[in-house]
């Protein structure tokens, strides 16, 4: 029992390796350091450990990029109650990502809704004596129940897209330290609650106000009293978008535990770090938040193009604001193998704090382009459905590139830009198909 145990942390345990020190876990799990072009030979006692875990000979390790987690380890064992199908990345903290195919709903399913946590999440997540504090630069500081809530404000419920704002880092090059997302840290479900602006604007406003602050339940890892996780903020023009709610349900029924029950904040179209979860107070500030995951590079980008690799000093970081304009393939999945000459491609675009304009998508590796009917959102930061019927000329293997365009004409690129902590990957979504 001892053994198996083990082997069953191993997947998350190898997960966080990567999270912590990409280049360190290549050299101790690959027995070498990332390279230029991310090819190598594993070590002999690295592929003998990687084939334990995997139980089976691996024929052509030789091809394993740096970086690499096979994709047997990659689904781990562990799973999360009311949450299916979802990879599970770690497990301290619990982030768990979504397989592109299981998000073709319009209205993302709360079982299939991503999980991303920084610090331990509160043991008890009732309503019942629950409270939110509003305070800090404000006239009338405010504690309220969610009854209060309820009760107090107009209620309302919107499809609103949340995404980590470190969604798809896992293909970044040299690798980026980090969670590995690959495509599935996203999701657009429909979260009932108040708008952040009326409390704010019922407990008064002051005109020095700068920034919000934000405060949740979840414990620091370390177990220290009183260290928070993470405090993230928004700019106060922001936070007085009317689009931003105080969640208190989700598809219609309450908060899941892991995506911040009994109350969170969702602020879309920005990073999902914005909308803190298990959210107890927002206080108003007369300067940019500094709390845990504020400061340093955390959610920073450098305010310029930079070298893929290059070292950036600490004060050219600027704070992510919207997120880009960016798509995804639902359907088909990829590597998917057909008999026919012509296949329905569908998915969903969405662009930060803007709409998106056109998706359109390529069989030949961009060198032609077929214009998709794009649906109009639900309402605003909902994600588009795109969909178009595709034929191919012959049988042979092919890719569907998906290219959305934003209504400021900002369209998604092929290649990554690069950034030093692997944020806001937004190149083209790319699947597989096989014609026969």
Not at 214 to 227: F, I
Request: charged share 20%; with cysteine; net charge neutral.
């Amino acid at each position: 029992m001892e053994n198996q145990d083990q082997h069953a942390k191993v997947p998350a345990d190898l997960m966080q390796r990567y999270e912590d020190n990409p280049e360190q876990a290549d050299l101790e799990i690959f027995g070498r350091k990332t390279g230029g072009n991310r090819r190598g030979f594993l070590k002999g006692a690295g592929l003998a450990t990687m084939g334990a875990l995997i139980g089976t000979a691996i024929p052509f390790h030789r091809n394993m990029p740096s970086g690499f987690i096979p994709e047997a380890l990659a689904q781990s064992a562990m799973e999360i109650d009311g949450k299916d199908g979802l990879s599970v990345l770690n497990d301290r903290p619990v982030n768990a990502e979504t397989p592109p195919h299981l998000l073709n709903d319009d209205v993302t399913p709360t079982s299939r809704h991503f999980v991303r946590n920084n610090g331990i999440p509160p043991e008890n997540t009732s309503a019942d004596g629950w409270s939110l504090t509003i305070d800090g630069l404000v006239g009338k500081p405010m504690e309220l129940s969610i009854a209060d809530l309820k009760s107090k404000f107009e209620v309302v419920t919107e499809r609103l897209v949340i995404e980590c704002g470190g969604n798809g880092r896992a293909a970044f090059d040299p690798p980026a330290k980090g969670n590995q997302w690959t495509l599935g840290a996203v999701a657009c479900s429909e979260w009932t609650g108040v708008r952040l602006r009326d409390v704010l604007q019922a407990a008064g406003v002051k005109d020095n106000v700068v920034y919000t602050a934000h405060v949740g339940a979840d414990s620091h890892l370390s177990g220290k009293e009183g260290k928070l996780a993470i405090s993230r903020g928004v700019p106060i023009d922001k936070a007085m978008n009317p689009h931003n709610l105080i969640a208190f349900g989700m598809n219609g029924a309450d908060l899941h535990p892991m995506n911040g029950a009994p109350l969170r904040l969702v602020v879309p179209g920005w990073p999902g770090s914005c909308s803190q979860k298990w959210l107890k107070r927002v206080w108003l500030r007369d300067q940019v938040h500094d709390g845990p995951k504020m400061t340093g590079k955390a959610y920073r980008v450098p305010g310029y193009p930079v070298e893929a690799g290059q070292k950036v000093p600490k004060s050219d970081f600027e704070i992510i604001q919207a997120m880009p304009v960016k798509s995804l393939i639902t359907t088909p999945e990829t590597r998917t193998k057909i008999t026919g000459r012509s296949l329905k491609v569908a998915g969903h675009a969405w662009a930060g704090d803007d709409a998106v304009a056109r998706v359109d998508l390529s069989i030949d590796f961009g060198a032609t382009w077929i214009q998709t009917d794009l649906a109009s959102p639900a309402n605003p930061y909902a994600w588009q459905r795109f969909g178009a019927e595709v034929s191919f000329p012959m049988a042979g293997y092919y890719e569907v590139w998906a290219r959305a365009t934003d209504t400021q004409g900002r369209a998604q690129p092929f290649g990554i830009a690069w950034n030093p902590k692997g944020y806001l990957n937004n190149s083209m979504h790319r699947v597989s198909v096989y014609v026969s």
